[in-house]
């Protein structure tokens, strides 16, 4: 959940901005242009040799209750994935 963006138009200004998926705001993921591969930013765990569990109620944007049946819906599984294929080579 969260804000979405609308990609109907033929120019998008985004709002959404990670909203109620990222911890902080989008400003704390900025990295410098001089070093577009950077992973020196405010949440990083890159190079971390430990880090705490990520607090889940400081996420901000929408929030819903779901009931535990509805916890599995839409979601992937690898059911069906022992089935043999055959490949033309």
Known sequence: DGAVDDYSADVVYTKAMGEGAIDGTAADYEISGSDP???AFKY????AEAAPPRDAAALTG???RVRGSQLN???ATSSGDE???AVPI
């Open 44 to 47: 990083s765990r890159f190079d």
């Open 73 to 75: 819906e839409g979601a």
């Open 62 to 64: 929408l929030r819903r």
């Open 37 to 39: 591969f950077s992973t």
């Open 83 to 85: 089935e043999a294929v």
